[in-house]
């Protein structure tokens, strides 16, 4: 008797398990088409920002995209062979839009560089009054 309920509850919890897991799979399929369309979007050259599934994060210049992967040159100071990342270990893939600096930093530096410049002449005169 006991053995028939422990079958009929193994039966139950693994039915909803295989349709979630079979939904799961249709949506990271779309989702892998998705991101393919969006990379070939993109024009070949362009600075990306891209990660993975677990977490890992590719930041590089965009130099093929494939059928099945997207290939990413790292922008490092040594050189490092290029990066294939799969679509369907693809999580984001996004256009880096700003190479330069923010307003915010070249305000800061302006007012760093005038602060600077009128302590010089403050102390310029300092030392000939003295």
């Not at 799961?24 to 024009?43: C, D, G, H, R």
């Amino acid at each position: 008797m006991r053995s028939i309920i422990v079958l009929l509850v193994a039966l139950v919890a693994s039915g909803p398990v295989d349709i979630w897991a079979a939904q799961k799979t249709v949506a990271s399929e779309v989702e892998a088409k998705a991101l393919k369309e969006m990379a070939v979007a993109i024009p070949l050259g362009s600075r990306v920002k891209a990660q993975t599934n677990d977490g890992k994060r590719v930041n590089g210049t965009l130099m093929s995209v494939t059928d099945d992967a997207v290939i990413i040159k790292k922008r490092t100071r040594l050189p490092e062979p290029a990066v294939t990342v799969q679509f369907a270990e693809l999580a984001r893939l996004e256009l880096q839009t700003s190479e330069g600096m923010s307003p915010g930093k070249v305000i800061g530096i302006g007012l760093a560089a005038g602060a600077g410049a009128i302590l010089t002449i403050f102390a310029f005169f300092a030392a000939i009054g003295d």
